[in-house]
């Protein structure tokens, strides 16, 4: 896809959306996209059939979300209701014929009753029509999902209908055993012996499981901050993936992209009394850190349970290598 491609006709359709239950519209969507790419469904024809049904419950499940099974329904019917003057995004049709706007569904057997299909609304299927324009509404979909009420919940169902999505759970599966085994502070295998894929499934998993437990805020800063539906809180390694730093919630925080950067460089570490440090800049140093040296002292925010709070022994290593080196020079 290219980098450029911006869907904007479908940016504005789902940020008009509702999202009553954070999953169940941007999941139908998502396995709709699938079967167009698959040649079973298109722009103007998407039947509401046992397949769809099918492969609705399936995403649903391997998201968490059991109990959206059998609901596929529910969101078929909604994405084509009006509402505060918003254009549905899609019409309901019976054998080839709009439906009449107005007609309600409160069962699965009362939308069938009334249409078998749906047809995207045009300036809405025109994207739809070549593989590009499909990855760029599968991208927003993305995007658009962890902005609900339940951003965990959002992100689980993009790793779950990612195509990593079995490596993503093999990390997420070792990333929860990890926490009651003796914590240690680095990778049984170094950074540069793994692939590709290795590396998104365990930085998505990191994300997907670190993030709500600080509230998807800056542990430093209390910075909580989304725009366009992405979030800025970032998944940060305290002895940094570049050392071999382990891959276990006791060595990551959560931290704003600034301050990430700068506890990468060792500008500022945590105490022992979980508190910032910073560094301080020597004489004409041409240094400038006073967007964080502000923040010295500050008690960090950190999870309440003690299985998941930074390990004391990364804390120290990080203000040993890393912030040390800067004020032994």
């Known amino acids: 896809m290219s980098a450029h491609y911006t869907p904007e006709p479908w ?38 059939d046992e397949r769809l049904e099918a492969s609705f419950d399936e995403l649903l499940a391997r998201a968490g979300e059991p109990r959206g099974a059998g609901k596929c329904w529910q969101p078929f019917f909604h994405l084509a209701t009006h509402a505060r003057g918003r254009s549905p995004v899609w019409h309901l049709t019976r054998a080839g014929a709009l439906v009449e706007p107005g007609k309600r569904a409160k069962s699965r057997g009362g939308l069938r009753r009334i249409a078998d299909a749906a047809r995207f609304r045009s300036e809405l ?58 914590f240690r502070l680095f990778r049984e295998h170094p950074e540069v012996h793994l692939s590709e894929q290795t590396r998104y499934a365990r930085d998505t998993a990191l994300r997907l499981e670190i993030l709500p437990l600080y509230d998807y805020r800056c542990a430093l800063c209390d910075l909580r901050l989304r725009y366009h539906h992405t979030i800025e809180a970032t998944a940060a390694h ?61 008690k960090l925010r950190l999870p309440a349970q003690d299985a998941t709070r930074p390990h004391k022994a990364a804390l120290e290593w990080h203000r040993e290598h890393l912030f040390l080196r800067h004020c032994s020079r």
């Open 11 to 48: 940016i504005r359709a789902l940020r008009s959306e509702s999202l009553s239950h954070p999953l169940y519209k941007p999941a139908l969507l998502l396995v709709v996209l699938d079967a167009i790419d698959r040649g079973q469904a298109s722009p103007l024809t998407v039947l509401f």
């Open 238 to 298: 305290i002895v940094p993936v570049r050392a071999s730093g382990a891959d276990d919630l006791r060595n990551v925080i959560t931290l704003c992209r600034t301050h990430h950067w700068a506890f990468d460089e060792g500008f500022w570490s945590v105490d022992e009394g979980e508190r910032a440090i910073v560094l301080e800049p020597e004489g004409d140093d041409t240094t400038d850190l006073a967007a964080i040296q502000q923040l010295r002292g500050k």
């Open 125 to 182: 299927a025109d994207h739809l029509v070549t593989p590009v324009g499909r990855a760029g509404v599968r991208e927003e979909i993305y995007r658009w999902v962890t902005l609900g009420a339940d951003p965990e919940a959002g992100l689980r169902l993009v790793a779950a209908h990612h195509p990593a999505w079995p490596a993503i759970r093999s990390e997420l599966a070792g990333l929860r055993e990890a926490v009651d085994r003796p």
